[in-house]
């Protein structure tokens, strides 16, 4: 019987570069601060605190913080798109009687606000966890895979007991997910449906 599967939410499901990017840029204005939005988006993953210590004082990083997250949902969500083959990827394992569950470190607000503006339909949504941290949700789902864009996404499937797929449409080619200990390396999530189709083939989720 099916249980879940875990999928990632930035550059994995949902492209948020252009979103992300733009609420650097009025973070920019805000706090008067070059941050370099072009070059942020670039290597998505890490928690929005780490990402801020690279550019302020630990002092300032709380109150920049508070002040993104202010901003996200109004000028970030509403421009997220789907990454290709998102809907298709989902509707696999819906139609093999499976749950979809979303493990992120994006806010579980924010998260649940990117999932409903795209439209996916997912089962559960778990955010502000990353890398390790992630495996406790994917372990209380029964995950049986975890999908990701990013090293840390290896190192949650691992915590969590689950198969490590994982996409190289984040910072990360294909041979360095690999080298990295990833179980599955696939180009992107459109490769997906035709692996899990094979994989449930051979029992691995049952």
């Given at each position: 019987m099916m249980t879940a599967v875990g999928f990632d939410l930035d550059m994995t499901l949902a492209d948020t570069r252009t979103g992300i990017a733009a609420v650097y840029d009025e973070l920019a204005v805000r706090l008067g601060v070059p941050f370099d939005s072009a070059a942020i988006v670039e290597r998505l993953g890490p928690p929005l605190e780490t990402e801020l210590a690279n550019w302020l004082p630990p002092e300032e990083v709380p109150a920049a913080a508070d002040l993104y997250r202010e901003i996200?949902?109004?000028?970030?969500?509403?421009v997220h798109t789907a990454m290709a083959g998102a809907y298709e990827a989902i509707g696999a394992v819906r139609?093999?009687?499976?749950?979809?569950?979303?493990?992120?470190g994006k806010n579980a607000r924010d998260a649940v606000g990117t999932?409903?503006?795209?439209?996916l339909a997912v089962d559960e949504v778990v955010g502000s966890v990353f890398g390790a941290a992630k495996g406790s949700a994917l372990a209380r789902f029964g995950a049986a895979a975890y999908v990701g864009d990013h090293v840390a996404d290896i190192e949650?499937?691992?915590?969590g007991g689950a198969v490590s797929v994982?996409?190289?449409?984040?910072?990360?080619?294909?041979?360095?997910?690999r080298d990295h200990g990833a179980d599955?390396?696939?180009?992107?999530?459109?490769?997906?449906?035709?692996?899990?189709?094979?994989?449930?083939?051979h029992d691995e989720l049952r």
């Open positions: 996200y949902p109004k000028i970030g969500v509403p139609g093999a009687g499976g749950r979809v569950i979303v493990v992120t999932v409903e503006v795209l439209g949650a499937a691992r915590a994982t996409v190289a449409t984040g910072p990360y080619t294909v041979g360095e997910l599955v390396t696939l180009g992107d999530l459109t490769e997906f449906a035709a692996w899990f189709a094979g994989w449930r083939g």
